[in-house]
């Protein structure tokens, strides 16, 4: 077994940023590039596949040669057991991706899991871990893939408890991201939301997809409710960035600030700094 740790694959500020690009925020793309962003969705028909041996190969890019061999082994010992054993061996595979924080083999190893284990449980952390892929990679191949299962994953979990928030907020976010009808994404959100006003994840993810459309005065009442309930430096940075979208430079530079207050990231730090230098221009 793998001890538990965790890596920083990529920076603060990088993951940021490319979350923001990827939602085409005014000020980070060109105008041409505004134009139609809110209807575009990956084309399903053309969506690659994306197998467990890939996934696994990617993982290990970034390892270290002992975390490296400790999974290569676990993979042997798979490919040499046998009925019950089999199972043993793929949950200790997806705990050992969960312990170096690669959810993109641990989404495979926890689907395997939920097909033999039919439960809530196991069908949302499967859910989690392909969403969780999804956002972290840069691959727009791969990207409709993961998301595609991140929704299927969601609706299996849903069929066990219709009534969670977390898997519908999940699905949500899934179906405005190209695994289904984007309008239905945001009902399932606003459905949540009328539940639990102060739900975070909910309140997050339609505080993005406001800034997605532009409607910067609905994303900072959605992140404001975010970070009254949680100092956390991804709100406070999509909140700086409303703001400044806005015209509302105090206030931006304000919740930037707060941003790298919180990160203690020193390339988000150095952002904000450039960031605050620019607006104060």
């Not at 890596?7 to 940023?17: E, N, T, Y």
């Not at 082994?73 to 924080?101: F, H, P, R, Y």
């Not at 689907?111 to 840069?138: G, M, P, V």
């Not at 960035?241 to 930037?256: F, R, T, W």
């Amino acid at each position: 077994m793998l001890k538990k740790q965790q890596f920083l694959v990529i920076s603060i500020v990088a993951i940021l940023m490319a979350i923001l690009l990827s939602l085409n925020i005014k000020g980070l793309v060109k105008p041409s590039e505004e134009k139609g962003a809110i209807n575009e969705q990956p084309d399903v028909a053309k969506t690659a596949t994306y197998s467990i041996e890939q996934a696994s190969v990617d993982g290990k890019i970034d390892l270290n040669a002992n975390l490296t061999q400790q999974i290569k082994d676990l993979e042997i010992s798979l490919q040499q057991a046998s009925g019950t054993e089999k199972l043993a061996v793929q949950k200790q595979l997806a705990q050992s991706w969960d312990d170096v924080n690669k959810p993109a083999p641990a989404s495979f190893y926890y689907e395997i899991i939920a097909q033999k284990e039919n439960n809530f449980n196991n069908w949302l952390k499967t859910a989690d871990r392909f969403s969780e892929a999804y956002h972290n990679t840069q691959d727009s191949v791969v990207k409709p893939f993961l998301v595609q299962k991140a929704g299927a994953a969601y609706q299996k979990a849903i069929e066990f408890n219709k009534n969670s928030l977390d898997a519908r907020t999940g699905l949500g976010v899934a179906y405005v991201n190209g695994s289904g009808s984007p309008m239905q994404g945001i009902q399932l959100l606003l459905g949540v939301v009328k539940e639990d006003p102060e739900n975070i994840n909910a309140n997050l993810n339609l505080g993005l997809f406001s800034m997605k459309s532009g409607q910067y005065d609905k994303a900072i009442a959605r992140f404001r409710t975010v970070v009254a309930q949680n100092n956390d430096p991804e709100a406070w940075f999509y909140l700086a960035s409303s703001y400044e979208n806005l015209g509302k430079i105090d206030d931006a530079i304000a919740s930037y600030i707060k941003t790298k207050e919180l990160a203690a990231d020193p390339s988000l730090g150095q952002f904000v700094d450039r960031k605050i230098k620019e607006l104060k221009k």
